[in-house]
Structure formats: structure tokens, C-alpha cells
């Protein structure tokens, strides 16, 4: 048994080693549970509050266990940081060192086959002039990398349109039958990989390790004795998007254009249709015009019958273009793979357009369409409705020990509701509260008379109440809305009260990428950030720089989401109560993230402000209060403003004392 006390104590290692480091019980009791799990080879759910230390929590036993671990965080940032930052400060620290590789999907890796195939593309003028100009750099980079990841050249961004031409998909890789498959980055990747003790992925990544198996590359999961799985929360809806599946005019459009670039490197090929291309094109805006008005999301039982004769057109073009690349394709590898993606896309339609039977797994199927921005398009969607079952089974098949962890999880002190998404009913389960103080740090403010969410009125009186509040601060804060169309409005009547000479700096999301606003957000230091889903969680904050979190609603899911909707009905027929097994505890641990964001260091402080009357005037507003941190409320606007000022005075960053009237607030 190893002795976590002295390992995370204050003259421990991790203290001796790491500039302000902190012994937390509640990381020791953490590490002890996941030590257990791993030399039982058991199941394990835990939920660690913000400031448990939950990643060293998870690592050091991880390090000192001597197995095969894979970490599978939510992002490809976090992926990242363990990779770089935390694996080697802990590993450095105790004193063991492991063998470590980072493994990213095969968007993150050049494909040297797909290089030559958009070098000759653009040779005969195929390629738009950004792409092509882009060409010379990614060769020259090509010529002298070790490792492929696109990351390194520095020069392109991640977005770049480049890119999707010189990396592959698991739908347009050759696999082993590839011409460079020697050279391929993917593959020594993850040869590399399996050759670790400890692999660092991602969620995606490990699904498509589970479900897809990745044929031609081996697989990682049977050599791994255990699995973390960091931001486990996420999981469920991951295992869905694996266990589903989509077709797109994306994926269409991509299948005509490899199909010209593989042409262009073979020479003329017969009979191969050169005009796919313009006839797919045709044929995705039928599917377009099809859907009518029905513009965002079309359920299944609602797609009219153009559309059924839409998808039967586009089956016969795929099955036109396989019949024409079979003989074609027993000379090129490159067409081979073009009709195998012609074939899968087919059968996909097929599976799309049937009629469900009682053997069938259950499933939702939507379509969606946008004529709007980069996103224009159209794509058909079938997700399974529950996955426990299937990501279950998956668990089951692999004898390592897993181990689930995330700040959100469970319901009060409940683990039932991501229990039963993941199929994992056996696991032993823990909770551990944040160490931070948020009794004397914190303040939840919960303002009095405002609209219900419901009302056309309550974006404009949540920028009402906020705007006192933002001024006792001095800005320094994020405003989260559960919808784009409450952010955008918000966004317009706040710059609008606060006029051109703008107090604070005002962000918007859209108005630039999301780390961008991040980066100008923290550099500022009283900046004020209105955003949406994507700021709700994994967003890093620390000092005064964020002082107030102000949320608009209780995060409950949209009511139009198809697949929302599906599980509603299905709780519903088996006579369960929809609200309460699944509305409530998916509010509740967004509702979780949201919050989060305000505390992410013991010296942190500020004001949570909840917009959304719910919370006190409907009975299972108390579910949403238990479910978060302990922490001091207030209906009192005066409170706020005298606690923001007492905090922001200690550390020099006084407001202005006009502030502290809440008349003056609206005099901007």
C-alpha cells in the first residue's frame, strides 16, 4: 500500500518539487480510490470539486502502479497540458519515470499521400490560390518533420484550409495498401503509443479506438491495463456521435474531390464518371430545396416525401459511381478506397431511409440543413437513443480497470443518472467537495422580480440587473446564455447602455475564436465576455480578472434537440418521470460547469448572479442549489456591491466608489 499522506504532504515530494503546491485531503482520499481501482482492476466513479487537484489525484497512482494506462481527457488542449505540463512536473517529482506519448486523431497528422494527391491538384488549377499557396510551406515542412503533427508548423493555423487537403480521414485512408504507408505519421503515431506506459488521448480518440478498432493500425486497448477517463462527463454524448453515424454534403463533396485528385494522379480512367462532382452538387441543394422551410432540424417522421426521393437519387449516383470504379479500382489503390466510401455511403442511406423493426437498436434520425456561413449544408444524422447498453458492453470487454472522473457528475450526492448513460452500474463511487473556501469567498446572488425565462422581456432585464453589478466590479466578468439568439441580444442592449466610450472592453463569442477572446480576456484584466456553451466549461480563469459569473437560465437543454425529445418519449412510455431522470440532472451538471468557472484558485473570489426565478419560485430549484458548492445567497443588490468592493479593495483594484450607488449604476 503506498502511503498517499506522505506522497501529497507538505514535506512531501509533490511540495518539495512544485512552487505552491498545497496537501489537500480530499486529493488523498482521491488517490487512495483510485489506487484501489487499479490494483483491483475495478470500475470507479468519482467526482472531484474544482481545486481537489483531481489530475495529480489520478496520476500519482497512476505512476506508481507500474501498468499500462491510457488518459483520455475531453480536449485536445488538456491533452496537452498533461502531456506536456503535468506528466512529466509529477513523474519528476516521485521520482518515476515512464515512457509517455501523446496521441491526437489523424486530423492532427500529415498524410504525405494526400500532400502529393493536392500537389498535383494544384499543378492543374484545381485548388482555390490560399490552399495552393500553402502547398510550398507544408513540403518544405514535410521534408524535414519527425513527427507530422501539424501543430509544428507554426506558420499555418489549425484552421488553415490546407489542411483537410493534406491530412487524412478514417474514410479516405488507405490504410496499409497506402504507397507511403512506411512513412506514415498516423502509424508511427501509434506504434509509438503502444509501446508507452502511460498514452494520453482523447475522448473521440478512444471511441474510435473501442468502436472502430482503427483496422490496419493495431489497436490500443488490449495492451492497456487501466483507462482514465478525465471530464467523463462528456462521454455519453462522444459514445453517441461513435455509435451513430452521419451523411453529409461535407462527406459527399469530399468523395468528389479525392475522386478528382485520384483521377488527375492514375490518368483517365475509362468510363469513371469526371461529372460526379457537378452531379453530387446538384443533388445535395435538391436535399436542400427538399427540406423547405424545415431549415435547422427535420425529424424523421417529418421529412417530406422530396426528400425520400432526394436520398434515393443520391443512392443511385453512389451506386452508378461504385459500379464505374470497379475495374478501375483493381489498378489503383486510391479508387479502391473511393468505391469502398461510395459503398459505405450508400449502405448508410440505406439505414437511414428504412422503416425501424423491433430488432433493431432504437434510434433517433434527423436531418439538417443551413445556408448560412462555412456551415452551409445539409447532413442526416441517426444516433442510438440510449448508448449504456453498447458503451457498457464495450467497458465489459476489456478487463483493465476504468476509472471516471470529472467535477461534474453527480446529482446532489447521486451518481445514478451518469451511471446508467454509461452502462457502468457496478462501479464504486466517491465525492469529493472543493477544498476552496466558498463560504467567505463566494456570494450568490439571486435578483428579485426579474421576468421568467419564458418571457420576451428577460434577456433585456438580465442585462438590467446586471449593469450595477458590472460596475461594482469594474467589469471583469462572463455573462453565460443558453442560447446564441439571448447572447446576441444581450451583446446588442449591453453595448447600446454602455455607449462608445465603453467603461471596460466588451467580447463577444463569434467575433473572434474562442481562445483569441481568451487570451484578450485575461490580458485585460477587466474585460467583460458574453458567450454561450462553449465558455460553460473548460475555461481557466484564475486572480480577479474574473470576478462575476452571470448566468441567464438553468441550462435545461433545447426542447427541439431530436435526440432530447426521443429519450423524453422513451422515459415516458415506460412510465418514468422525463423531467426528473433526464432534463433536470443534464441542467444540473451544466449548471455545475457554469459555476465552476468563478473559482479556480484558493485565492479567487466572487459573485455568482443566477438570473432565473426557477431556482426559488418552482419546487426542484432546490435540486439545482444542493447540487452546487456551499455558499452565502443574497437577493440584496447592496450586498454585492459592498462585498465586490471590500474584495477588490484588499488587492488594489477599488472601483470606482460611484459603484457603490445603485442610482449611479445606470448612468452610463
Not at 447498453?389 to 461534474?408: F, K, N, P, Y
Request: with cysteine; charged share 25%.
Amino acid at each position: 500500500m503506498q502511503d498517499f499522506e506522505e506522497i501529497f504532504g507538505a514535506d512531501g515530494p509533490l511540495a518539495t518539487a512544485i512552487p505552491g503546491f498545497a496537501t489537500r485531503d480530499e486529493q488523498i482520499a482521491m488517490a487512495e480510490h483510485v489506487w484501489q481501482a487499479l490494483r483491483q482492476q475495478g470500475r470507479l466513479i468519482v467526482e472531484a470539486g474544482t481545486g481537489t487537484g483531481k489530475t495529480f489525484a489520478y496520476l500519482v497512482p497512476a505512476l506508481l502502479s507500474g501498468r499500462r494506462v491510457i488518459v483520455s481527457t475531453g480536449t485536445r488542449n488538456l491533452q496537452d497540458q498533461l502531456f506536456h505540463r503535468d506528466l512529466p512536473t509529477v513523474s519528476a517529482a516521485i521520482g518515476r519515470p515512464v515512457q509517455v506519448a501523446l496521441l491526437k486523431g489523424r486530423a492532427n497528422y500529415l498524410c504525405l499521400h494526400r500532400l502529393d494527391l493536392a500537389e498535383h491538384q494544384a499543378a492543374d488549377r484545381g485548388l482555390r490560390r490560399e490552399v495552393a499557396a500553402a502547398l510550398s510551406r507544408v513540403r518544405a515542412w514535410a521534408n524535414v518533420t519527425k513527427g507530422g503533427d501539424i501543430s509544428e508548423l507554426a506558420q499555418l493555423g489549425e484552421s488553415d484550409p490546407v489542411w483537410p487537403w493534406v491530412t487524412s480521414t478514417r474514410d479516405n485512408c488507405l490504410g496499409p495498401d497506402c504507397p507511403v504507408f512506411d512513412r506514415c505519421h498516423v502509424v508511427n503515431a501509434r506504434r509509438k503509443a503502444q509501446g508507452a506506459d502511460i498514452v494520453v488521448v482523447n475522448h473521440h480518440l478512444l471511441m474510435a479506438d473501442l468502436v472502430l478498432k482503427e483496422e490496419g493500425f493495431g489497436d490500443l486497448l488490449p495492451g492497456a491495463d487501466a483507462i482514465i477517463i478525465d471530464e467523463a462527463h462528456q462521454l455519453p454524448e462522444v459514445a453517441a456521435n461513435f455509435l451513430g453515424f452521419t451523411v453529409s454534403s461535407r462527406q459527399l463533396q469530399s468523395l468528389a474531390k479525392d475522386l478528382a485528385s485520384e483521377l488527375m494522379l492514375s490518368g483517365p480512367q475509362q468510363s469513371v464518371s469526371a461529372a460526379f462532382s457537378q452531379t453530387i452538387e446538384r443533388q445535395i441543394v435538391d436535399l436542400q430545396d427538399s427540406l423547405g422551410a424545415r431549415r435547422e432540424r427535420c425529424e424523421f417522421k417529418d421529412w417530406p416525401s422530396l426528400t425520400f426521393e432526394a436520398l434515393a437519387n443520391l443512392r443511385h449516383s453512389l451506386d452508378d459511381l461504385t459500379q464505374s470504379l470497379t475495374e478501375a479500382a483493381k489498378d489503383s489503390t486510391g479508387l479502391a478506397n473511393l468505391r469502398r466510401r461510395s459503398v459505405e455511403l450508400a449502405n448508410r442511406l440505406d439505414s437511414m431511409m428504412e422503416e425501424e423493426s423491433e430488432s433493431s437498436v432504437p434510434s433517433v434520425r434527423w436531418a439538417q440543413s443551413t445556408s448560412r456561413g462555412a456551415g452551409q449544408g445539409v447532413s442526416f444524422h441517426l444516433v442510438p437513443l440510449d448508448v449504456a447498453e453498447q458503451l457498457g458492453s464495450l467497458v465489459q470487454a476489456h478487463s483493465a480497470a476504468w476509472v471516471c472522473t470529472s467535477a461534474t457528475l453527480a446529482i446532489g450526492e447521486s451518481f445514478d443518472h451518469f451511471m446508467q448513460r454509461v452502462g457502468m452500474r457496478d462501479a464504486r463511487t466517491a465525492r469529493f467537495g472543493s477544498p476552496f473556501d466558498y463560504e467567505s469567498q463566494t456570494l450568490m446572488y439571486l435578483p428579485k422580480a426579474l421576468p421568467p425565462p419564458s418571457s420576451p422581456r428577460h434577456t433585456a432585464s438580465v442585462i438590467d440587473a446586471a449593469i450595477p453589478v458590472l460596475k461594482a466590479s469594474g467589469g471583469r466578468a462572463f455573462l453565460l446564455f443558453t442560447s446564441h439568439r439571448a447572447l446576441r441580444e444581450a451583446a446588442d442592449l449591453l453595448l447600446a447602455r454602455l455607449g462608445p466610450a465603453l467603461p471596460f472592453p466588451v467580447l463577444v463569442q463569434g467575433d473572434a475564436p474562442r481562445e483569441v477572446l481568451l487570451t484578450k480576456f485575461r490580458e485585460r484584466g477587466n474585460a467583460v465576455l458574453l458567450g454561450t456553451s462553449s465558455f460553460w466549461e473548460g475555461v481557466d480563469v484564475k486572480g480577479a480578472a474574473l470576478s462575476v459569473v452571470i448566468i441567464d437560465k438553468l441550462p435545461f437543454a433545447a426542447p427541439d434537440d431530436p435526440v432530447l425529445k426521443a429519450r423524453l418519449e422513451a422515459i415516458e412510455r415506460r412510465g418514468g418521470n422525463a423531467f426528473f431522470e433526464e432534463q433536470i440532472p443534464q441542467a444540473v451538471i451544466t449548471l455545475k460547469q457554469g459555476v465552476g468557472r468563478l473559482m479556480r484558485d484558493p485565492n479567487d473570489f466572487g459573485v455568482i448572479m443566477l438570473c432565473d426565478e426557477r431556482v426559488r419560485s418552482k419546487g426542484y430549484g432546490r435540486i439545482f442549489l444542493d447540487s452546487l458548492p456551499s455558499m452565502p445567497r443574497t437577493e440584496n443588490l447592496v450586498d454585492v456591491q459592498q462585498f465586490l468592493y471590500e474584495r477588490l479593495s484588499a488587492i488594489g483594484l477599488a472601483p470606482d466608489p460611484d459603484a457603490m450607488n445603485p442610482a449611479a449604476a445606470f448612468d452610463w
